[in-house]
């Protein structure tokens, strides 16, 4: 059983964080919340979610799980206006799930769940971590498009970095200690990461909200960020391009 | 002869509205305003369109005909700004219509109009009538849209309802008598549309012009609704089609 | 040598007006500013366009010549905000021009100059002297643009136009003596030109930039307008296309 309502927000920025990785994706329900674990099709990255029952407006479920397409979702989410409530039903006789928003109804079939198994998350022991706001990694973003197709995160005492090398261009964001929410750096660390789900995942994430790096040399970079108020969370998981030159 | 002034806006609300059927229209012009009727190629609406001379801000006309290439009036108006007037004159000796906007002056070729019949109109009596505004008709058409290709219009004695039933989802909006203007709804009536002629009308007609909807069992709805404050209007007449379950 | 600061906003319509004309140019660079001679590959337009030191906010340099990939620098502007200082330098060893633009730094190869040799601007003696805010030649290339491909200058004593004669429609804008900044024609004067190239140039320029249209019969126009607050300019000469009628 899963009955819900949440703001229009909420659910619009957990679905294009989502949909960066996934077009189809499994949610765990519990009477405390929801979640999910994911990984993308070339399992480049994983991610995993959490929206607390205080992420809702109104929230009341038992152990079920709901797999739902998220273009779908999408569609839903373009017939609320900013500010609107969206109420949300499993319809177990049917194997629906049923939107409200205002006069409006709109039933969509839920996804057969019964292949897509919980990947399992690896356990990381990554020191270094970087908070920093996504408003300034989205600059450091955009500097770094036009040049490759790879942005490499360094970070040392004192700063941190964004950088991007072409045949006969570069880009780089330079960040230092006092531009930064945090900067907990033992040593110099760096690794390569394709910019295309870097970009994907930081892009969908509000300017304001302060992201964490934990970033270590030719290795996975994790990257942790609140949701709805912190009432629900991300960790995000990327693996390394190794580096030629 | 024909020679009038129009705000750009009431123009442009009238060619929206025409050019969702045909791509050139009749114009019968006569001395207390102009009117035309049209089918759409496939025959499955027609609509009937008034504008009296109180929707010019100055008219002089005597009984004459004016076929014009809506295409070619929508990139006219794209030269007025919010709140010009527009000058249109006919000008009989070179066949041509004359549109002057500030300096600028326009000149087009009149369409020949000889083979372009007026469409006879039906004499339907339909009981059935729901008066609603075309912002809330819009909301169930965006909901509509991703679900499948038609929509049934349903009203009994106490809502009138937009539904659209997909192979997977559904979707509708429900209105109650209390969110209605007039529902004067002798018995339940339902008939099925084809989406994308229903949408692209009510889409072209400002969100808080009150439609008119005449409905009744398996039948063509007639949509009526006032242009320029009132000084012109539109009969649409819309072919249902046969539902299959 | 060339080091200097310069507000986004001229860099942006220095770029938008020189990129109608060529994809890649030189800058020739001296202590007293920058200027550049280039000519599109049809040979039907000419720019010359100089920025003075005062253009800039900041400006330090010796004679040297730099060439560069103008869609390069409007990824660069891309990465300003409004009201943003870019800063830009030569980096002679490597050959590079390094822009910085708050913590970003983007670093480009220069394009070979050796190549590109200045064209020679031949000298004309135009009598006729319109002036005209870019806003109203705008409006006049709207107007034209869904009529035809050329578009005519005529202007004479008392007034100036844009007008533009297609197979079955027309469109001009006339503007009176009272309309224009200034108008110093001492007889009937019209030559035809390619509206592209015409429309590109004036739709780069802001609309309020007061532009000298010098114009003779079948003969090239001169168009000139400031740059940067008057610390620069634009002379661009167009050919005229014959007229066949």
Redesign the interface.
Known sequence: MFKAEVKSETLKGVVNIISTLVDEVKFTVGSEGISLKAVDPAHVAMIELRMEAGAFESFSASDTEIGVDLD?IK?VL??AGSGDVISMEQDEDHGRLVFRI????????LVDTSSMSDPKVPQLDIQSSILVSAG?LQ??I??AE??SDHIALTADADFFELSCEGD????????EAS?LERLDVPGRVRSLFPLDYFSNLIKAVPADTKVEIRLDNDYPVKIKFPLADGNGGVDYLLAPRIESD
């Open positions: 779908k569609d373009k017939l205002g006069n409006i109804t709109r039933r969509m079939n300034e600059k450091g955009r500097a036009t040049v006969t261009d570069s880009a780089n964001l330079r960040l531009m």
